[in-house]
């Protein structure tokens, strides 16, 4: 039971490049988040999926794509990477009905754009 | 709106002193409220949890109560040790976004 899986680790892209970070997680949970984490700033949400076949825009959803592959892959996209998006990736996963609603993270990526 | 209030750190402590990091929350009813912990290079994991007014979460020492009157969840452990060393993260669940809303965390830094 690998719990949530990321990749990759780190990643470092020019201004204008595209790449997709992907996340799946093997706890069948129907909730999958991706969040970008700043000094000083904690975690923000960029998208979320609530359930197969949705996602949704979280707080800092600009520059980025995101896809629900299926039930346990849930993937990033960036189309144009800019400096700004330099950050650590975490996807997280989540059972929607449990009552004290825990979610569990990836070990995350290093993105660094230059 | 909702929202999470931690104290700034770092919080700097020697080996077995008494911790206590504040957290305070804004929320319409009663929110499920969350400790997180996140260890040098690795992702978050959830330290301890209260669903209710005056249940009290634990785990590896910690604690946290939940207090509706104060709206606050307080970290506290009574002998930390350099391995605690970490940041710590205070959160809320918000039911009608499915999300959990977060504080900014707080770094702790335990000298030998």
């Known amino acids: 039971n690998a719990g949530v899986t990321q990749t990759p680790k780190f990643q470092v892209l020019k201004t204008g490049q595209s790449m997709t970070l992907q996340c799946a997680q093997d706890?069948?949970?129907?909730?999958m988040y991706w969040y970008r984490q700043d000094p000083g700033m904690g975690l923000r949400l960029i998208y979320y999926?609530?359930?197969?076949?949705?996602?949704d825009k979280g707080e800092v959803p600009n520059g980025y794509n995101v896809s629900r592959l299926n039930k346990r892959e849930f993937s990033l996209r960036l189309e144009s990477a800019a400096p700004s998006q330099t950050s650590v990736y975490f996807c997280?996963?989540?059972?929607?009905?449990?009552?004290?609603?825990?979610?569990?993270f990836g070990p995350g990526t290093r993105l660094t754009v230059t | 709106g909702n929202s999470v209030t931690q104290m700034e750190g770092p919080v700097t402590l020697s080996e077995e002193a008494f911790l206590t990091i504040n957290c305070t929350y804004t929320?319409?009813?009663?929110?499920?409220l969350f400790w997180y912990v996140q260890y040098p290079g690795e992702g978050l994991q959830l330290l301890l949890k209260a669903t209710k007014a005056d249940d009290k979460g634990s785990n590896k020492g910690f604690e946290a109560t939940y207090r509706k009157e104060t709206t606050s969840f307080h970290l506290e452990k009574g002998s930390v040790q350099v391995s605690d060393s970490a940041v710590y993260f205070c959160?809320?669940?918000?039911?009608?976004?499915?999300?959990?809303?977060w504080g900014a965390g707080t770094k702790l830094i335990i000298k030998p």
């Open positions: 959160a809320l669940y918000w039911k009608i976004k499915y999300q959990l809303i």
């Open positions: 929320a319409t009813g009663y929110p499920s």
């Open positions: 706890m069948n949970h129907n909730s």
């Open positions: 997280a996963s989540s059972e929607l009905g449990q009552g004290a609603y825990e979610q569990y």
């Open positions: 999926s609530a359930s197969e076949g949705t996602t």
